[in-house]
């Protein structure tokens, strides 16, 4: 199959007015696991501005690779990708126009569609021995509430650790109010509240837990915080 992608790859380099007058262009990339980082099978598919769609592959489960051509340029596509084993998830992008053939890489990962995948929020939302979120967390948390959004059936627990060991009633109070803040967040976006369970530590993140020595200035430890799938 990859061949035959190459094939109209050179097709278009050697008749650059023909692809010009097309105005064809390909996006290719890989697909990776999220959670263990491993190259996995999609279908990547790409819908014009009326909802039609111009083209899907599904990538590779050794390599990651997927490629789909016909594409216009200077046009707008959204991109969904979709697996029975994956979250479905839906991005756009536009694409330049360059007036002759053209191929751009776009990389994609993908969250498993299972009861008990846990998710680690890479950029905490949260200020250091704060409760409220901070600011710019939104953007953070779009891609939880968008998450939730594509696949109504499933249901969340936001899994919140402290920022620093103390009395266990204190810690369990203040990250129970960390993992409501979040929640209350994802309920102002439409998210029914019934899908998400709010749960707080009184102890710290054994997994994840603050250095043992000191740490770059400026640079802080902040409690973890997780999402993991209850019910898919």
């Given at each position: 199959m990859r061949t035959i992608y190459s094939m109209i790859a050179g097709l278009c380099i050697i008749s650059s007015?023909?692809?010009?007058?097309?105005?064809?262009?390909?996006?290719?990339g890989t697909v990776i696991d999220q959670t263990n980082r491993n190259f996995t099978s999609v279908m990547v598919s790409f819908y014009d501005e009326n909802n039609k769609k111009a083209g899907s592959s599904k990538s590779n489960s050794t390599t990651g690779y997927y490629f789909v051509t016909g594409l216009k340029q200077g046009k707008k596509y959204r991109i969904q990708l979709e697996s029975p084993d994956y979250f479905k998830d839906e991005m756009e992008i536009s694409l330049p126009k360059t007036n002759k053939y053209a191929e751009i890489s776009r990389d994609f990962s993908v969250k498993p569609l299972a009861k008990g995948t846990k998710i680690l929020l890479d950029v905490p939302p949260f200020e250091l021995k704060k409760s409220k979120l901070r600011v710019g967390a939104e953007d953070y948390l779009a891609d939880i509430q968008k998450m939730m959004t594509l696949n109504p059936g499933v249901s969340i627990e936001i899994q919140s650790y402290p920022d620093m060991a103390s009395e266990p009633e204190s810690m369990q109070k203040f990250t129970d109010e960390r993992a409501n803040a979040i929640k209350a967040f994802l309920v102002e976006k439409g998210v029914k509240d019934t899908r998400i369970f709010p749960k707080g530590s009184n102890a710290i993140d054994s997994v994840n837990p603050p250095p043992m020595h000191k740490t770059a200035k400026g640079k802080r430890y902040i409690g973890t915080t997780y999402i993991i799938i209850v019910k898919a």
């Open positions: 007015s023909l692809c010009a007058q097309e105005a064809i262009m390909s996006v290719t």
